[in-house]
């Protein structure tokens, strides 16, 4: 049995990855959403823990990864995949402009993420990233994808569909070490 390990701060996204991972019966779900910033807390959660899906932000998400990372490096658990849920616009790709709720300075909020995705590149676990454009509640799974490096149209994207697209990169291993933009179809 794997142990899957959710950081969650709030994401919508969490429920209905959660739904999706219940019926694996080869996997034990653990979900963190104590505090953040202290890696002495996620030394606590982190023994044992096979998988990590990281649902953090929109702000602050480089503090709160460099918290996690120093844990990982002190427990050294048996980490073999991670997906962690970014947003559109940190790699230039999207073709127009967005806001994001509760995000004040953009040019803040991108250099914060970039650092973040950094950190866990620098884990040199393979990972994954999913670079969600604005969320919207529209009970869809429906999905389009794009590329690192490819230009991404401004679209929003139900969380059921970032769910889907993580519990497949995850745990059906689809898509590992990509970084992958998402939109509703």
């Known amino acids: 049995m794997k142990k899957l390990?959710?950081?969650?701060?709030?994401?919508?996204v969490v429920p209905p990855f959660?739904?999706?991972c219940k019926p694996n019966?080869?996997?034990k779900i653990q979900e963190y959403s104590g505090d953040l910033e202290s890696a002495e807390k996620y030394e606590e959660?982190?023994?044992?823990?096979n998988l990590?899906?990281?649902?953090?932000g929109p702000n602050d998400a480089d503090l709160?990864?460099?918290?996690?990372?120093e844990a990982v490096d002190e427990i050294q658990p048996p980490i073999s995949d991670i997906v962690m849920l970014s947003y559109a616009g940190v790699d230039d790709e999207l073709d127009g402009s967005v806001e994001?709720?509760?995000v004040k300075d953009q040019e803040e909020f991108i250099k914060q993420q970039r650092y973040a995705i950094k950190i866990v590149d620098e884990s040199e676990i393979p990972y994954s990233i999913v670079r969600m454009s604005q969320l919207k509640d529209m009970h869809t799974t429906h999905y389009e994808l794009y590329n690192e490096g490819s230009k991404m149209s401004v679209r929003t994207v139900s969380p059921q569909a970032v769910a889907k697209l993580a519990y497949e990169m995850l745990i059906e291993q689809k898509l590992i070490n990509h970084s992958i933009g998402i939109t509703d179809k």
């Open 100 to 102: 994001y709720p509760d």
């Open 5 to 12: 390990l959710i950081i969650n701060q709030n994401s919508p």
């Open 25 to 27: 019966n080869d996997i």
């Open 18 to 20: 959660t739904d999706l």
């Open 45 to 49: 959660v982190l023994p044992d823990t």
């Open 52 to 56: 990590l899906f990281i649902a953090v």
């Open 64 to 69: 709160y990864l460099e918290a996690l990372f």
